[in-house]
């Protein structure tokens, strides 16, 4: 199961009371007090890992809470710290604060750590309040109380190459043919409810990360369809690639539905449309004279490669070309980066 939203509770460990204690040694006259401090509570974090895709661990889940501090105990002795508690989440996650509506931070990157609430300061003993005209102090602090905060979990999935196109245009066939991932196929539009996630693998050991979107229809924008749930996926795409069924069984045309497809992704986020865009004509076996290919070049008047998902024809040129768009996008990033 497929989950990219969770509302979650969150509560760092309360920390420790001091003690109240005096020295009791039998030959030590006026030993005075001896009460050590409380632990301090156990803090809250979030990681992202590699090998999470889904926020499926907190759907039976709402409740997180760090242990709490120890009291501390006589002979000064320091009660023990709470242990943290680390909780793991997908890369692409954003943190929330529900009730003030504020981003407190994207994990966008594998190992990326943060603390979201701190644990509560153990309390002094009274050895700590022991003075020159209170030498025997009978009271102590206590502990403080963790942060607490509702949290809402919202997941972007990270992809190099995010495929977009009308349903059924063979956005999944694509991504089974290039990956192992396996997604559902058939002959009915919607056969792709959550998007799948692919490694494309290619020689010299070169890999990029494909994301099959379930697919758009008009108005998706606005909630139609399955499309505005999925559209954050893409967000965070290097490239997208649009996919297009040349020969739709509606009898609807390629390039107006480019158009709409173009539409929905620019009413959307203006951010998302003008992201480098790859434009594919699927299912060129049934047009072996290519003429239908060319007569969608001139309609579009862009570039447009073609393939064929189901016999395989022009899949690997295509992966040899996104992995080297990809290639030059990360290293452009690299140098924006180097040069702030």
Not at 75 to 99: M, R
Not at 282 to 309: M, T
């Amino acid at each position: 199961m497929f989950i990219d939203e969770a509302q979650i509770w969150v509560k760092a460990g309360d920390g420790g009371n001091g003690c109240v204690s005096f020295r009791r040694e039998k030959y030590v006259p006026k030993g005075g007090p001896n009460g050590g401090d409380g632990g301090r509570g156990g803090n809250i974090y979030f990681q992202a890992v590699e090998n999470l895709g889904t926020l499926m661990d907190f759907a039976g889940k709402h409740h997180w809470q760090a242990q709490k501090g120890r009291p501390g105990s006589g002979n000064n002795k320091h009660g023990a710290n709470g242990q943290d508690l680390i909780i793991d989440v997908p890369p692409g996650t954003l943190i929330y604060d529900s009730e003030l509506g504020l981003l407190l931070k994207d994990l966008n990157a594998v190992a990326m750590k943060v603390r979201i609430c701190r644990g509560g300061r153990g309390g002094k003993g009274n050895k700590a309040f022991a003075t020159p005209t209170n030498q025997t102090p009978r009271h102590a602090e206590p502990g403080k109380k963790g942060q607490e905060r509702n949290i809402r979990l919202e997941l972007k999935l990270i992809a190099d190459v995010g495929l977009v196109g009308m349903p059924n245009a063979g956005k999944s066939t694509l991504i089974s043919r290039c990956s192992a991932a396996r997604p559902k196929i058939a002959d009915y539009p919607f056969t792709t409810i959550e998007p799948v996630l692919g490694i494309v693998e290619l020689s010299d050991f070169r890999r990029f990360v494909m994301a099959d979107i379930p697919g758009l229809i008009e108005g998706a924008h606005n909630g139609a369809g399955l499309g505005y749930e999925f559209l954050k996926h893409i967000e965070r795409t290097r490239i997208i690639v649009h996919i297009l069924d040349i020969m739709p069984t509606v009898g609807s045309d390629p390039a107006a539905n480019y158009q709409t497809i173009r539409n929905e992704l620019e009413q959307y986020s203006k951010a998302l449309a003008q992201k480098e865009e790859i434009i594919v004509a699927n299912k060129i076996d049934l047009d072996p004279d290519g003429k239908i290919v060319e007569e969608l070049r001139k309609k579009l008047n862009r570039n447009v490669c073609s393939i064929s998902a189901v016999t395989g024809e022009g899949v690997r040129e295509l992966s040899e070309s996104l992995w080297q768009k990809v290639k030059e996008s990360k290293e452009l990033k690299g140098k924006i980066k180097n040069s702030h």
